[in-house]
């Protein structure tokens, strides 16, 4: 993606700021900029017609740029796509930067540097949403042709993601890898509780399409060599490989935790909240996948009892 193929929207209340920010972008060659002069505006333009880099500013009378960038990260998973957020703020200190990082924003970027830093950052978005969009573009082929081979064992026609078989084969594999490699195979097992009975409420096509926002947070969630599968209507698995077996442990997978629990789902009648329990069981090599399997799906009910992430790492 060159630089004039890069879509902008600027978003700022103030008329002497934005033309700043206007004449940095335009001087370092883009060319796709659009204007917003409010939050609401941002969103209204973004539902016509999406952006790849949002700079807005972070205080705006009315919704300021958090609140945006939530929304943004709501329309983006509704959606299937990606969107960077770039906040423009005279605040500073490391409460100011946790605080826009947990809303979801990308980077951003001081006023009082803003005429030497945003080219450079503009230029490091550039990069990471070309990367984004290849990956994208790699996971769509990919769920293609999962939708093609459906009819194979090893595919949740679902979700794209593998079933149980897939999930055992995928486990078994990366505790050899520990093994030979070293590290440890860390498998996440998920279970959204009182499908059944959400089921009776809401009905079948509602809570298909609340599995599909959820796997497609989860996917978007985790890291593209991460493997997912679903293992039941109900279940899932995350397997992955870490350098060190402590790296398997619940503080790890906390904002995963938070992330796919504290927001609802959407769904073509509403939303749809979800409760999601965890339990994790590690290995760096030594033990076998059955046996992974069953002692973290033993750990499921106290997860959800006690509303945290549950280890049976120290069991395995």
């Known amino acids: 993606m060159s630089h004039s193929e890069l879509d902008i929207l600027v978003v700022d209340d103030a008329r002497f700021s934005a033309a700043v920010v206007n004449r940095t972008l335009a001087s370092a060659g883009y060319t796709r900029i659009r204007h917003a002069h ?3 505006d941002a969103l209204g333009q973004l539902t016509e017609q999406p952006a790849d880099l949002v700079v807005a500013d ?6 300021d740029g958090l609140e945006l960038t939530r929304r943004i990260r709501q329309s983006d998973e509704a959606c299937n796509r990606y969107t960077y957020v770039l906040l423009l703020t005279a605040r500073e200190g490391v409460d100011a930067l946790q605080q826009a990082f947990d ?3 990308d980077d951003f970027v001081s006023k009082s540097s803003m005429t030497e830093q945003l080219h450079h950052r503009v230029m490091a978005a550039d990069r990471i949403i070309q990367r984004h969009n ?3 573009t790699d996971y769509q082929r990919m769920l293609t042709v999962n939708r093609q081979l459906k009819r194979h064992a090893l595919i949740d026609p679902l979700t794209g993601f593998g079933n149980r078989q897939d999930a055992l084969r995928a486990l078994q594999n990366t505790l050899k890898q520990a093994e030979k490699r070293g590290g440890a195979a860390c498998l996440l097992m998920l279970r959204l509780e009182d499908f ?16 599909l926002a959820f796997s497609r947070r989860l996917r978007q969630s985790v890291r593209p060599m991460d493997h997912l599968c679903r293992l039941q209507t109900d279940q899932f698995a995350l397997i992955t490989w870490q350098p060190h077996i402590d790296h398997c442990d619940p503080t790890g997978f906390r904002r995963l935790y938070e992330g796919l629990n504290h927001r609802a789902y959407q769904t073509a009648a509403g939303f749809l909240s979800l409760q999601v329990s ?7 090599g030594t033990s076998h996948a059955e046996q992974m399997f069953e002692q973290a799906l033993a750990e499921l009910d106290q997860s959800f009892s006690e509303r945290r992430i549950v280890s049976a790492t120290a069991n395995v």
């Open 58 to 63: 972070w205080l705006m009378p009315g919704m």
């Open 278 to 284: 965890m339990a994790i069981a590690a290995s760096e």
């Open 103 to 105: 809303q979801g924003v």
């Open 196 to 211: 059944e009975a959400l089921r009776a409420q809401r009905g079948d096509k509602v809570m298909q399409q609340g599995v």
């Open 134 to 136: 290849r990956v994208q």
């Open 38 to 40: 409010s939050a609401q």
